[in-house]
Structures are given as structure tokens and as C-alpha cells.
């Protein structure tokens, strides 16, 4: 009799302390947190932070496809005019300073992308603001193969380019450090951005920043590709039209490295 008492009274105190209560759930937002791990980071800006950046869309640009390399200028030996010397009985010639060499040496990886006539833009540190503008006239040196064609030298592995750069005014001097850019195919059409509007991360990544009403701005990854006039060639990350920061961007990143305040 004890013995059913005793269980009578635990069973009612179970009862008891289970009225109410109902079955667990699972936690709700757990799908939308872990959406919000994987979500590329946001920043938002008040209107008066606005004025730190500029947005625009996304537009298009034209990139052209070159190759670059280092080399020096030289006098144009094979436009050569004749004077005469005043107290002279035999003439004698001098290179035509309208003309200069510039003499490069490229990879061999390179120098299939060559050819003789191609046009080229030459820089000297001289005028940085200056371009001259002239053409390959001959390549290989005086390293050839069997064919006649210019071969690569066994010892640097590289192949001599010159070109012939105009100079009407004889500004360029034999010696001086140029470069040159060779536009080796036509040029690429493709989606852009200025460099203002891309962040290099430390870790050697680039980012750019996007919004749709100006108030909330979303970081984007980029592959980047060719750069020209201050622009970077966008491979993925970014479509024309999409308004993006592009000058400030900067700004943003900081604002998303700041530490949270109280």
C-alpha cells in the first residue's frame, strides 16, 4: 500500500511539472546567421559621411594589349645625312638627329608577340610627361638562327628589339633610359574601374565597394587584369551599370577595420 501511495504522488508531481511546457524548437535565424557569416561585409554611412566618396556606375573601357621593356637610347645610324666640312676636302657623315634608336632587350616568352613594324611609345625620364612615338625596325641583333629569323641569345635568353623613335626636335640623347610599350594585339573592350575605387588588401587581394541606395555599401572582391590611364581592367566581381565607389573606397575599409565603439 506504501509502495502505490509513493507512486501515485511521484507521478502527479510529474504531472505537474511538465504542464505547460511543449517540445524544444530549433533555434530560429541560425540558417540567416550563418548566411550572414558567408555575406560579403557592409558597411553603412550616414548622409553627411557621403561626401568622403564618389559613386558611379560601372562603365566600360577600351584596354589596350602591350607588352613592355626597358632599354636606352641611340643615335640612328642608318639614316645618316652628308655635309661638308668647311675646312675639309673629304665629306663626311653624321646620324640624323630626327631619328633615334631605342635598343631593348625582352624576354624570351615575349618575343613571339614581335614583329618588325609594330608601333611603339617610347618614355624617358627626362620628359615623364612626354611620349615619342615610333616603330620596331629590326629585331634578333646579331643573334640568328639557321632560318634567317632572330634567335634568342643563349646567354641572357632574351631578344634585342629596336625600334625607331621620331625626334624632330633632338630632345633624346644617346645613353638615356627609356621604356617602351608595344601594342602586340587590338585592344581589349571591357568592364572598369578607377584605381580610386579599388583597395589592395594586405593579403594581396582587391576590393572595390557597391551600393543600391547609397546608404548601405557592399564589399566586393576583384580579379583585376589590365590597367591603363588609371583604370583597372575588371575580370570578375563587377557588372557595367552597378553603382560602385570610385574615389573614397578607402574610407570604407576603414570604416569596416575600425574597432566598434561604446
Known sequence: MVVTVAAIVFAMIGLISGCGQTAPNPPQGSA???????????????ASQLNAIKIEPVGIYLFPVEREAIG???YDETHSVQVTARNAQAPYTVADFSTKWMVANVTESD?????????????????????????????????WDSGGNPAVDPNT???????????????????M????????????????????????????????????????????????????DGQYQVLEGLKRGEMAVTNGAIFLSNMLQAPPTD
Request: charged share 20%.
Open 157 to 175: 635568353h632574351r631578344v634585342m628589339v629596336r625600334c625607331e623613335i621620331a625626334d624632330p626636335k633632338n630632345e633624346l640623347y644617346p645613353g
Open 177 to 228: 633610359l627609356a621604356s617602351i610599350a608595344i601594342r602586340v594585339q587590338d585592344p581589349v573592350e571591357s568592364v572598369a574601374i578607377p584605381m580610386t575605387g579599388v583597395v589592395r588588401n594586405g593579403d594581396g587581394t582587391m576590393t572595390a565597394w557597391v551600393t543600391t541606395d547609397r546608404h548601405r555599401f557592399v564589399q566586393r572582391m576583384l580579379k583585376i587584369g589590365l590597367q591603363r
Open 111 to 143: 618575343s613571339p608577340l614581335f614583329r618588325v613594324g609594330q608601333m611603339v611609345q617610347a618614355r624617358v625620364k627626362a620628359y615623364p610627361d612626354r611620349v615619342f612615338d615610333g616603330k620596331i625596325s629590326a629585331l634578333g641583333g646579331s643573334v
Open 32 to 46: 540567416s546567421a550563418s548566411n550572414a557569416t558567408q555575406s560579403e561585409p557592409s558597411v553603412e554611412l550616414a
Open 72 to 74: 636606352s637610347i641611340a
